[in-house]
């Protein structure tokens, strides 16, 4: 997977701030730690930071794949998080604000380069979150991304966020800003839509027949 490199504008967490004071950074509470950064404590946003990077940073990957501009992409994330915190009215669902901030990021990306004509995806798969994962799995992994750049962005986030990233359905709908029935609706038509040109893929046949994406 990418490597990633920490924010430059936050300053490192200074003794003095209440996010350490209070308790260690781990156990503080996101309410607490949002409350931080709102009122610009020192360092509160490293903390946010170095809390959620790895979230941001899977579910970056799996709705793009094997991206060169993953790493950019995340941190677009952030500076669009750090800069609307203050519109974040339950500090208790940090994580799930993130992640509509991720799939929103991520979905005009996709549009982005599907209008310009120019989405691809690279040669190699790189570092995966799966250690020593199969060359099967890696032929596995470039083709559902090649089925899915040929998804428009609604459909390939959807279909990410429910088969890639593993989020229960009720997880999706929030991030994606619509109704569970909405969801159930169009992942049952994206997920056949997926399954039938996944049937052109050999490296995919295998998942398909074991049942690795249910259409139902």
């Excluded at 941190?75 to 208790?92: K, N, P, Q, W």
């Excluded at 940090?94 to 004509?117: D, F, Q």
């Excluded at 570092?127 to 992994?141: C, D, I, L, R, Y």
């Amino acid at each position: 997977m990418m490597s990633l490199s920490r924010p430059q504008t936050p300053p490192p967490l200074p003794r003095t701030s209440i996010v350490r004071e209070l308790r260690p950074r781990e156990e503080v509470p996101d309410a607490v730690l949002v409350a931080e950064v709102q009122r610009g404590a020192p360092g509160a946003t490293t903390v946010l930071f170095d809390r959620y990077a790895r979230h941001v940073e899977r579910l970056v990957w799996s709705l793009l794949g094997p991206e060169s501009e993953s790493e950019d992409i995340m941190h677009e994330v952030f500076i669009r998080a750090f800069e609307g915190i203050h519109a974040l009215e339950d500090a208790t669902k940090l994580k799930g604000w993130l992640t509509g901030i991720t799939v929103y990021t991520a979905r005009e990306w996709i549009r982005r380069r599907t209008r310009r004509r120019w989405l691809r995806f690279m040669d190699e798969v790189p570092e995966t979150p799966h250690v020593g994962a199969s060359e099967e799995v890696n032929e596995a992994t470039r083709a559902t991304y090649a089925v899915l750049s040929e998804m428009n962005a609604d459909d390939r986030v959807l279909f990410s966020l429910r088969y890639i990233e593993g989020l229960e359905l009720s997880e999706v709908a929030r991030a994606c800003d619509v109704s569970l029935a909405t969801v159930k609706r169009r992942l049952a038509d994206v997920g056949k839509r997926f399954v039938n040109r996944a049937k052109h893929h050999e490296a995919l046949r295998p998942w398909l027949e074991g049942g690795r994406w249910t259409t139902e």
